[in-house]
């Protein structure tokens, strides 16, 4: 895994039901990530993704340190 990422976050289900379901995890440096996913109105097909990112400690967050990797698709 590259720089700034996270595996000893403990992510736990906050929210759930039949078409949404949403993880929050704090990291060491105060930061909580929440991440959704939920499905397309109207198709079912389609499944979304929300990132969010919240500070929650005193230090400034350096938002350039980090980035989302998405996969690849062949």
Known sequence: MGAFTYQDVN???TEKSASRVVFE?????KLTVRKEY???QGDSHI???????TNNG??????????LYTGAAA
């Open 11 to 13: 992510y736990k289900v």
């Open 25 to 29: 995890g704090q990291t060491a440096d």
């Open 38 to 40: 939920y499905l397309g």
């Open 47 to 53: 499944l979304n993704f929300k990132l969010s990112i």
């Open 58 to 67: 005193a230090a400034n967050f350096k938002h350039i340190d980090y980035y």
